[in-house]
Structures are given as C-alpha cells and as structure tokens.
C-alpha cells in the first residue's frame, strides 16, 4: 500500500503536468483505444440482433467478465515486471498510472468551451461543448451550454481522476487496469439503446458499482476545493446541495459531484435537455441557484476542481504517511 500510494502522488502530478501529449498518442495507440478495440470484437462477434434478449444478456455478462480477467492478468503482469526492475520499473509504473488518469485533459477540454463562449460566442461554445457531452448542442443557449461543461467537468472529475485513482490504491495497476476497461465497456455498450439494452447490461450495472465509492468520494473532495477557493460557507453549501440534491440524478452516482459542484459554485445545474432528439426531463439540482451563467463561471469550476485535486493529493500524502509510520 505505501508503494501504491506514493507511486499515485507521483502519477497524480504527472498527469497534472503533461496530461495527454498529442504527439505521442498520434504515434501509439492510447490503451483506452485498445480497450475499446476489445469490446468491439466481443461486440461483433456475439452482439447478434437475432439473438432472444436472454441469450444477449448473458453473453454481454461474459464478454464483459473475460474483458475484466484479461485486464487484472495484465495488470499484475506489468507490476510483476515492474518490481522486477527495481526504480525503474517503479518510475515507468508511475508513467502507466498517469496515463490512466485525466485531470490535465479534463481542465483542458473544459476551458476550450469557455474559450469558445469568449472568442466565438455562442456558436464556439457549442461547437466545444459538443467534444465533450452528448446532448444536441443545437438546442443550448449560453448558460445550458455553461451548465453542460460544468456537469461534464464534475462527472468526469469523478470517474476520470477520483475513480482511477480510487481503485490503483487499492487493488494496484490490476484495479486500475479493470475499472478503466469497465468504464470503457459502459460507455461503449452501457447505454440504453435497442442495440445494447440486453447486451451492456451488466457493464452498465458493474460500472455503477465501481463508481459508487469514488462518486461520493469526489463530492467530499469537491467540498474541501470549494472550502480552498471561497471558505466554509461555500464549502458547508456545497455539503448540503449534494446531501439533498445528489438523488435527483439519474444516474446512482453523477448526481453526487454534480450536486457538489452546484453548491459550491452557487449555480443550478441538470434539468431538462435533449439527447439525440429526444427531450429528457430532469429536476435542476441546487434550483435556487443562478440559472443565468456563462463562460467565467466554467473558468470558477475548472479552479473548484483545480483546489478539489489539490486536496485529493494532500489525502494521498496524507495516507501514504500514516502507512509509513504504521
């Protein structure tokens, strides 16, 4: 555990410093990609139309099980090797880790649809949000297309830095490895659609349970940024929106950093949107909060999720001392 720990803090600033360098994943498949590659071939070959919904069911059980075992097999492998090389070995693990985590990329992304709201308006703002949600951008006005970032940005703080990290300190580059290919398979095949309602189910059903302590997790850590940025009112606001708010999700766990972010930044957030044509109905969480937002108010959340890293990284030093001394 002492070596995990110290090896996240190490690949938490990494990925915070370098992120995802273009020229490299231009030259190299992105492991996320490999997995993605995997889980079309499953897809393809056992994804049949003709097949009773049963039948699909369980073989997106197994598929996604197989998947799960050949990530944990070459998770352990690569720590085998690793541990094998001595400081080496540890330093390339950090660079594996790092690749796995999104914090730099997510921050970046984000601030493009600020940029975009500033420099081309209404129409850059939703070509740069359409990169990152999957709701019709066509639809957006300035603040929908401001509280689509910012769901974006909590969700993704949550299942792309706090998740990913989550399940390296505790099961090591084997959970790491899993949970990034779970994550993969839901948004891949875990969605709703005709296609993949039998066939995803259960990547759809095993991310939620993956998800489920890091969601919560990053609520708490949202809070201790928000706290950092603008004191304990911001902070105890932000405990209470996501205690009160975090059900009215539809999602078992987004609505917790959503709910957080929300409170903490003053703003409602969710409420009806369209996905694909088709209108979904939400309560706004934190409703009592401005509705009429826009781009400095993404740039107020991409720093609440700039100090709730921080204080993600002060608990992983903080723990990794506490194991040192014990």
Same mark, same amino acid.
């Given at each position: 555990?002492?070596?995990?720990?110290?090896?996240?803090?190490?690949?938490?600033?990494?990925?915070?410093?370098?992120? @995802?360098?273009?020229?490299?994943?231009?030259?190299?498949?992105?492991?996320?990609?490999?997995?993605?590659?995997?889980?079309?071939?499953?897809?393809?070959?056992?994804?049949? #139309?003709?097949?009773?919904?049963?039948?699909?069911?369980?073989?997106?059980?197994?598929?996604?099980? &197989?998947?799960?075992?050949?990530?944990?097999?070459?998770?352990?492998?690569?720590?085998?090797?690793?541990?094998?090389?001595?400081?080496?070995?540890?330093?390339?693990?950090?660079?594996?880790?790092?690749?796995?985590?999104?914090?730099? *990329?997510?921050?970046?992304?984000?601030?493009?649809?600020?940029?975009?709201?500033?420099?081309?308006?209404?129409?850059?703002?939703?070509?740069?949000?359409?990169?990152?949600?999957?709701?019709?951008?066509?639809?957006?006005?300035?603040?929908?297309?401001?509280?689509?970032?910012?769901?974006?940005?909590?969700?993704?703080?949550?299942?792309?830095?706090?998740?990913?990290?989550?399940?390296?300190?505790?099961?090591?580059?084997?959970?790491?490895?899993?949970?990034?290919? &779970?994550?993969?398979? @839901?948004?891949?095949?875990?969605?709703?659609?005709?296609?993949?309602? %039998?066939?995803?189910?259960?990547?759809?059903?095993?991310?939620?349970?993956?998800?489920?302590?890091?969601?919560?997790?990053?609520?708490?850590?949202?809070?201790?940024?928000?706290?950092?940025?603008?004191?304990? %009112?911001?902070?105890?606001?932000?405990?209470?929106?996501?205690?009160?708010?975090?059900?009215?999700?539809?999602?078992?766990?987004?609505?917790?950093?959503?709910?957080?972010?929300?409170?903490?930044? @003053?703003?409602?957030?969710?409420? #009806?949107?369209?996905?694909?044509?088709?209108?979904? *109905?939400?309560?706004?969480?934190?409703?009592?909060?401005?509705?009429?937002?826009?781009? *400095? @108010?993404?740039?107020?959340?991409?720093?609440?999720?700039?100090?709730?890293?921080?204080?993600?990284?002060?608990?992983?030093?903080?723990?990794?001392?506490?194991?040192?001394?014990?």
């Amino acid at each position: 555990m002492e070596y995990q720990l110290l090896v996240l803090g190490l690949a938490l600033v990494l990925d915070r410093l370098v992120g @995802d360098p273009p020229w490299l994943w231009s030259r190299l498949p992105h492991p996320v990609v490999v997995f993605g590659a995997g889980i079309s071939f499953f897809d393809r070959l056992l994804n049949r #139309p003709s097949r009773p919904a049963t039948s699909r069911r369980v073989f997106g059980a197994l598929s996604i099980v &197989l998947l799960l075992l050949i990530s944990v097999a070459v998770g352990a492998l690569l720590h085998y090797v690793f541990m094998a090389l001595g400081p080496l070995g540890a330093a390339l693990e950090v660079v594996v880790t790092a690749v796995f985590l999104a914090q730099k *990329s997510l921050l970046d992304h984000v601030r493009a649809v600020a940029n975009g709201l500033r420099c081309n308006g209404l129409e850059g703002g939703r070509k740069a949000v359409s990169m990152i949600v999957g709701r019709d951008p066509s639809t957006l006005d300035e603040a929908g297309v401001s509280r689509a970032a910012l769901e974006s940005l909590s969700e993704n703080f949550a299942d792309g830095v706090v998740a990913p990290a989550f399940w390296y300190a505790v099961l090591g580059l084997p959970g790491l490895l899993a949970y990034k290919m &779970l994550n993969t398979a @839901d948004s891949m095949i875990g969605h709703k659609s005709e296609k993949y309602l %039998h066939f995803g189910w259960v990547a759809a059903r095993l991310d939620d349970v993956a998800n489920w302590p890091a969601a919560r997790l990053s609520g708490f850590l949202i809070a201790g940024g928000a706290w950092l940025m603008a004191g304990g %009112h911001a902070a105890s606001r932000c405990i209470n929106v996501m205690m009160r708010d975090h059900g009215l999700h539809r999602s078992p766990n987004s609505g917790w950093p959503e709910a957080a972010a929300a409170g903490a930044l @003053d703003v409602a957030l969710a409420g #009806p949107r369209v996905y694909g044509g088709e209108r979904v *109905s939400e309560p706004m969480m934190n409703a009592a909060g401005r509705r009429k937002i826009g781009a *400095s @108010d993404i740039l107020s959340g991409i720093a609440l999720m700039d100090r709730a890293w921080w204080v993600g990284l002060a608990l992983v030093a903080l723990c990794s001392s506490v194991n040192f001394i014990g």
